[in-house]
Nanobody, 124 residues
Framework: QLQLVESGGGLVQPGGSLRLSCAAS????????IGWFRQAPGKEREGVSC????????NYADSVKGRFTISRDNAKNTVFLQMNSLRPEDTAVYYC?????????????????WGQGTQVTVSS
């Protein structure tokens, strides 16, 4: 079974940057689309950015376009989320998740395998 572990979260000031990593074990990531999702207190989990198994296709939530970049290194079995120009409203627990097939979806309900999450707090 695909197992995912997130890392790289922390406390950062507004305007700062963080790079999240999603490391896989149990299976090679080559065959999985991977998404980054977030959940703030009192809010539903939302899709932030998702990437196809090859890395050739991506999509982003409107709220992060131009600030966040998703990428993957299948040789290292890892997917990254580079987050720049962070805002207080980006504060949330960030999760990565995988699914066997890519259909362009970044809806949380369509992803099967989830990590435990990493906290990102943007505050001065």
């Amino acid at each position: 079974q695909l197992q995912l572990v997130e890392s790289g979260g922390g406390l950062v000031q507004p305007g700062g940057s963080l790079r999240l990593s999603c490391a896989a074990s149990g299976f090679t990531l080559d065959y999985y689309a991977i998404g980054w999702f977030r959940q703030a207190p009192g809010k539903e989990r939302e899709g932030v950015s998702c990437i196809s198994s090859s890395g050739g296709s991506t999509n982003y939530a409107d709220s992060v376009k131009g600030r966040f970049t998703i990428s993957r290194d299948n040789a290292k079995n890892t997917v990254f989320l580079q987050m720049n120009s962070l805002r207080p409203e980006d504060t949330a627990v960030y999760y990565c998740a995988g699914r066997p097939r890519w259909d362009g979806s970044c809806r949380p309900s369509t992803y099967s395998y989830w990590g435990q999450g990493t906290q990102v707090t943007v505050s001065s």
